[in-house]
């Protein structure tokens, strides 16, 4: 057995204790009130969920176990010579709660390159797509299509104790993982790079054989590890943590659960809000003759799109109260590795210039930058230039929070969602108006 998997089945006996007792003691609590405001407005606030894995915090951004993100970048192990951690470092702590020592990452490295072989049949079927299918379909497809490998839906198909539900979940959730990167580059490279792939190399640790395979020298590693670290897990609250939770709770294997989420992260209310930041910014910089604006003109514009009904893209968010601690992240990574790039002197400029504005404008209830705000200039500048891929990427480093917390579904035995509906007469009634 794994090191990690030894951990995890040392850690979820206690946890189930800890449940049962809140929901046998404690299950009549009252937690949160609904308004018809909140049903009609997308659930948004209403604490319904559970989970260890993240938590948003108004003030600090995410907190991955607990962790802040830059102490999260700070203490989790890091390959002999770089900026960055390991992305297998950073699913332990997903996983457990525990920053992984030497022992612990070596053996995970080595877990997941052993599981890393991607099926045949999965590229085949990809290049049985249409030429023009987006690539995010591509991606959610070749999960889909990998459905045959689940070890959950065997096991359970054969019988199988409702205790022991998390273990075959497990081995799901890290075979899926470890083909994730060269799944979403062979993409890549088959769409945008005349199908001249580059076969993985496995003595690379996760972010630098995705760099190796999209095939961008470094620092491109360091970003590769950056991006899927800060993206990882948001809540479960999010389309696509929900969605995957969801399909979950329906004893869905993780290759259902997952394909279902990915296709909620294409939905331009979530994932695709990279993409739309950086078309934005390029429209703004043509306007400007492809120029630095000075502060004063991009005063201007800036006031001139917010007083015509327009927003400014990757600013402002649902529960942040500060600058997103992933855009500063990303913002001091380019700030040392790309501080003369023309797009992101323009991305600083808005820094400068939006917040301010907004606070005056006085219909922002957080004027700072959220991480949609700087993710795409990073990809553009190293080469990364087409807009649609930016969300298969994003996928690559969602998979860790959500397949994560699917398995602590599983082990926990969380049940099956299933929400009460009013009718809108009903709503009707409680307000008072029949």
């Not at 600090?60 to 700070?74: D, H, M």
């Not at 070890?151 to 998390?166: A, E, H, I, P, T």
């Not at 705000?373 to 298969?392: C, L, N, P, R």
């Not at 917390?405 to 009707?428: H, I, Y």
């Amino acid at each position: 057995m794994s090191r990690l998997k030894q951990k995890l089945s040392e850690k979820i006996p206690a946890y189930r204790e800890r449940i049962t007792k809140l929901v046998k003691e404690y299950g009549d609590v009252v937690v949160d009130q609904v308004t018809i405001r909140q049903i009609y407005g997308g659930m948004r606030g209403v604490k319904s969920l559970s989970t260890d894995i993240s938590y948003l915090d108004p003030e600090e951004g995410i907190r991955f176990r607990g962790y802040t993100i830059p102490e999260t970048l700070q203490m989790l192990p890091k390959p002999a010579g770089a900026e960055m951690p390991y992305v297998e470092g950073h699913l332990y702590l997903l996983l457990t709660g525990e920053v992984p020592g030497d022992d612990d990452i070596a053996d995970l490295v080595d877990d997941l390159r052993d599981r890393a072989v991607v099926p045949d049949y999965v590229f085949k079927m990809l290049y049985d797509m249409p030429k023009d299918a987006h690539p995010m379909s591509m991606f959610s497809e070749a999960i889909l299509a990998m459905q045959r490998e689940s070890l959950f839906v065997r096991q359970y198909n054969s019988g199988m104790n409702k205790g022991s539900y998390w273990e075959p979940m497990y081995e799901d959730v890290l075979n899926l993982i470890a083909k994730l990167p060269e799944i979403a580059a062979h993409i890549y490279r088959m769409k945008y790079r005349e199908n001249k792939i580059i076969a993985p190399n496995p003595k690379l640790d996760f972010g630098a054989n995705f760099a190796h395979m999209m095939g961008i020298g470094q620092p491109y590693d360091e970003i590769s590890r950056l991006y899927f670290i800060l993206h990882s897990d948001h809540e479960s609250g999010n389309v696509s943590a929900h969605i995957t939770h969801l399909v979950g709770s329906a004893l869905s294997d993780g290759y259902y659960a997952f394909s279902a989420g990915l296709d909620g992260l294409a939905g331009p209310l979530h994932g695709l809000a990279c993409q739309e930041v950086l078309r934005w910014i390029h429209g703004v910089m043509k306007k400007m003759d492809n120029k630095l604006p000075t502060q004063d003109e991009l005063k201007q514009f800036v006031w001139d799109t917010l007083d015509s009904g327009q927003v400014i893209p990757g600013y402002g968010h649902a529960v942040l109260r500060k600058t997103d601690p992933r855009y500063t992240a990303q913002r001091e990574f380019a700030l040392k590795h790309m501080p003369d790039d023309e797009i992101f002197k323009f991305v600083s400029m808005l820094y400068d210039v939006v917040p301010p504005i907004l606070r005056e404008h006085g219909k922002a209830k957080n004027p700072w930058p959220n991480v949609d705000a700087h993710s795409g200039v990073i990809q553009w500048h190293y080469g990364v230039t087409e807009y649609d891929f930016y969300t298969v990427m994003f996928g690559v480093g969602r998979a860790l929070g959500v397949l994560s917390n699917l398995v602590w579904d599983r082990a926990v035995g969380q049940a099956l969602e299933r929400p009460k509906s009013l009718t809108t007469d009903m709503l009707e009634h409680i307000a008072g108006l029949k």
